[in-house]
């Protein structure tokens, strides 16, 4: 299966066109509205496409609980659309009573961290009758005292709430540059962060571009997406097989056709073309 990311721009033509996509995804909480033109259009283009529910807002990894008016609106949600997937990330944002970062913030690689997540991992899907995936994010800051590695960590995590994992594989391309690797140092860090991860786990995958500044890698999702995170998503596929695979555009999103070259471009690297120079980083 191979789609990509519904916003804003692409309500219209997406509806009228009905371009050649496996699945669409979207942001859940810009569909928690019981009503109005935005839940109207999700219920249009869910009889022509599967979907994806893919949040930024539970918080998963915050101690202080989760937001239970946020996780009824998901739930709500999930029951009128009936997604294929559903997903978060591994981060938090809620701190104390009601202070909201708005941001992905990183989770501590340790096992207070990884209890938290288990609990509101197992708590989010007992509600939603459903196992959910998490998603790896880019991260720009860590913690003193981490003792899991990543992938380790998102072993533990399947493991132990019957979770899936959303690999974002530009992500792990951001996060290798960020801490110091030149780009092909970065393809091969992220090939073996893969390989740590348990076959079986994976259930759908990310793909975006990034912005190379002079000093910092940021995960922006507003260009095409760069030679070695292709490389790794080759490899991606050559270890986990043909997981639903999806583009992201957030910023600057460009024409219609774009990203439907992108798309194109995914599915010439998930049936092998790739795979030979995913290998030789490894």
Not at 1 to 17: E, I, K, Q, S
Not at 34 to 40: F, L, Q, V
Not at 145 to 170: K, Q, T
Request: charged fraction near 20%; hydrophobic fraction near 45%; glycine fraction near 8%.
């Amino acid at each position: 299966m191979f789609g990509m990311g519904w916003r804003a721009p692409h309500y219209t033509a997406v509806l009228n066109d009905r371009p050649a996509l496996d699945f669409l995804e979207v942001h859940s909480e810009n569909f928690f509205a019981a009503g109005g033109a935005a839940p109207a259009m999700l219920e249009q283009v869910r009889r022509h496409y599967e979907l994806s529910l893919h949040g930024v807002g539970l918080s998963l990894g915050s101690a202080c609980g989760i937001d239970a008016s946020h996780l009824e609106r998901l739930a709500r949600l999930v029951e009128r659309v009936q997604p294929r997937f559903v997903s978060d990330h591994a981060s938090f944002a809620r701190v104390g009573s009601g202070l909201n970062a708005g941001d992905l913030l990183p989770i501590a690689f340790d096992e207070a961290s990884l209890a938290t997540m288990v609990q509101h991992v197992q708590q989010v899907q007992e509600r939603l009758a459903r196992p959910m995936l998490v998603e790896n994010i880019s991260a720009y800051l860590g913690w003193q005292g981490d003792v899991l590695a990543e992938p380790e960590f998102f072993n533990e995590l399947a493991r132990r709430s019957g979770c899936g994992v959303l690999l974002d594989v530009n992500n792990l391309v951001v996060n290798a540059r960020n801490e110091g690797a030149d780009v092909a140092t970065a393809a091969r860090q992220a090939c073996a962060w893969i390989d740590v991860l348990r076959p079986g786990i994976v259930g759908e995958i990310h793909l975006a571009g990034h912005a190379e500044l002079p000093d910092i890698c940021i995960d922006d999702h507003g260009s095409r997406v760069h030679a070695q995170v292709w490389r790794v998503y080759a490899h991606a596929i050559a270890r986990f097989g043909q997981v639903p695979s999806l583009i992201e555009w957030d910023t600057d999103v460009p024409a219609l056709d774009v990203l439907l070259d992108e798309v194109a471009l995914m599915r010439v690297a998930a049936t092998g073309e790739l795979r030979s120079t995913a290998e030789a980083l490894a």
